[in-house]
């Protein structure tokens, strides 16, 4: 061989060594944006949970439909113990598994954590041992409590690191990240690299990136100069009233948001209210628009009078637990269509000096879900003496007269909740049912009904019921019910 050829074959061999290391960099480098990508839509997703853990202001079916969502996320997770202000507590340091954090907030802040970690300027740092280190911003604030004495707590965005372990598989689209630990560890938080804002980029936008957005923009709106009260309705499919586990689960999350943005916000839960008075009210609805999931939100204020009205979008990852089951079932859309048809409320009325009257169970007055096993309570209110009929619709049509009796509310009674003596086992069928509501300062029509094992069954049918308990003198009420099957 000369040595032009021994010449050629080099140069040959350093171009191939060289465009196969840049492979191996490119590679390293699309592996790296794929963990970072997957990373931060876990992180977001935890954190959601966490803060509706968190809320002392979210009801037990939000936390369930979290629970489920992010048990795995979170098992064997340790966090330190930042729950207190430094040097106050002795063991302010310790590490504490998840379990224990959670019910050291509960025990030491009765009325809620608002918490929140900021991503859109997050840092990343790989290591070698399969730990793949974020850091972010922490925001906790909140009352907390010990020997009597009540504290005001505030952690204001300060850095902190989320250490998640990568389990590698054969199949690179089966690798697990899993998180590990939550400190305030910033040893290596030189070496890391910054993170774009995946928000920005709406392939890349997350769920719980829609709730920041409009919770932010309805926090613009309300007056921050006193505290506001607000009630705020499961979010439902199209509007139509059909309270699924993805509307437990956004409403809790738009909750926690809301009440991040607007601290002094009061958010009144299903059986505090006892009064007939109006406050804000916050309505959301979605809808499926091709590849997106389209979600509304509409504030109105005391007076009725719309404020605002807001929507945001997010592709729909059949990988994402929260697209199962959002598009409810044929047959329970035409229910609900039925069953309007018949009976709406009477709009709302805002002269005292008339008949207002108020139906809810133990999960509020708008609509709302109960699954096997849960027990159903009914409470009424009225700002004048009148009679009222309670009618239950289940699933299979029956009609049954509440109370087994039409309920005289005299003046003794007035603007003050009163709990109605029967309570109920959700159990099959399931399905759409509905709680209808009619008050008069006059006289009600009288029923056919029969009773059975000491339940009356109403034996008109739904319209016959209608035009027998309603005149120029009633208000009427529905609370759409829609019950599952564990």
């Given at each position: 061989m000369n040595i032009k050829s021994s010449f050629i074959l080099l140069f040959l061999f350093l171009i191939y060594s060289a465009i196969s290391k840049s492979q191996k960099l490119s590679n390293k480098s699309n592996n790296q944006i794929e963990l970072t990508q997957k990373s931060i839509k876990i992180l977001k997703k935890t954190k959601a949970s966490l803060q509706v853990f968190f809320n002392a202001k979210t009801d037990d079916d939000e936390k369930n439909a979290w629970r489920q969502?992010?048990?795995?996320?979170?098992?064997?997770?340790?966090?330190?113990?930042?729950?207190?202000?430094?040097?106050?507590?002795?063991?302010?340091?310790?590490?504490?598994?998840?379990?224990?954090?959670?019910?050291?907030?509960?025990?030491?802040?009765?009325?809620?954590?608002?918490?929140?970690?900021?991503?859109?300027?997050?840092?990343?740092?790989?290591?070698?041992?399969?730990?793949?280190?974020?850091?972010?911003?922490?925001?906790?604030?909140?009352?907390?409590?010990?020997?009597?004495?009540?504290?005001?707590?505030?952690?204001?965005?300060?850095?902190?690191?989320?250490?998640?372990?990568?389990?590698?598989?054969?199949?690179?689209?089966?690798?697990?990240?899993?998180?590990?630990?939550?400190?305030?560890?910033?040893?290596?938080?030189?070496?890391?690299?910054?993170?774009?804002?995946?928000?920005n980029n709406l392939q890349q936008r997350t769920l719980e990136d829609v709730a920041e957005k409009l919770a932010g923009e309805l926090s613009k709106v309300i007056p921050k100069s006193e505290t506001e009260e607000i009630n705020i309705e499961k979010t439902s499919f199209e509007g139509k009233n059909i309270v699924n586990t993805f509307s437990t689960m956004f409403t809790g999350e738009l909750k926690t948001m809301l009440r991040l943005a607007h601290p002094s916000l009061k958010i009144t839960l299903p059986t505090t209210s006892r009064s007939m008075n109006r406050i804000l009210s916050l309505k959301s609805d979605y809808k499926i628009i091709g590849k997106y999931l389209e979600i509304n939100a509409t504030l109105i204020n005391t007076e009725g009078t719309e404020i605002i009205k807001i929507s945001d979008k997010v592709p729909i990852n059949n990988a994402e637990s929260w697209s199962k089951d959002i598009i409810p079932q044929k047959e329970h859309l035409v229910e609900v269509e039925n069953i309007n048809k018949i009976v709406k409320n009477t709009p709302e009325n805002y002269d005292s000096k008339q008949l207002q009257f108020d139906i809810r169970t133990n999960k509020g007055n708008q609509a709302q879900r109960f699954t096997e096993g849960e027990s159903l309570s009914i409470f009424i209110m009225a700002n004048r003496p009148c009679k009222i009929r309670l009618v239950y619709r289940d699933a299979i049509n029956n009609l049954l007269l509440m109370n087994n009796n039409d309920i005289e509310i005299k003046a003794q009674d007035i603007n003050r909740l009163i709990k109605i003596p029967e309570e109920f086992l959700c159990s099959a069928p399931f399905g759409i049912e509905a709680l209808i509501g009619f008050a008069t300062t006059g006289d009600f029509g009288i029923l056919q009904s029969e009773k059975k094992q000491g339940i009356t069954y109403i034996l008109d049918s739904l319209e016959k019921i209608k035009s027998k308990s309603t005149s120029e003198k009633t208000v009427e009420r529905i609370i759409q019910i829609t019950t599952y099957s564990k």
């Open positions: 969502i992010a048990s795995h996320l979170l098992e064997g997770v340790v966090f330190e113990n930042d729950l207190n202000p430094k040097g106050f507590l002795k063991d302010d340091s310790k590490d504490l598994p998840i379990e224990e954090y959670l019910q050291l907030v509960q025990t030491r802040y009765p009325n809620g954590l608002n918490f929140n970690i900021d991503f859109s300027k997050a840092r990343i740092f790989f290591k070698k041992n399969k730990e793949i280190y974020v850091y972010a911003h922490k925001y906790m604030q909140g009352d907390w409590y010990f020997d009597g004495k009540r504290k005001t707590f505030l952690n204001n965005y300060q850095w902190c690191r989320i250490a998640l372990r990568l389990n590698e598989k054969d199949n690179k689209d089966q690798r697990e990240i899993k998180i590990a630990y939550l400190d305030n560890d910033l040893s290596e938080f030189n070496k890391a690299t910054t993170i774009e804002d995946y928000t």
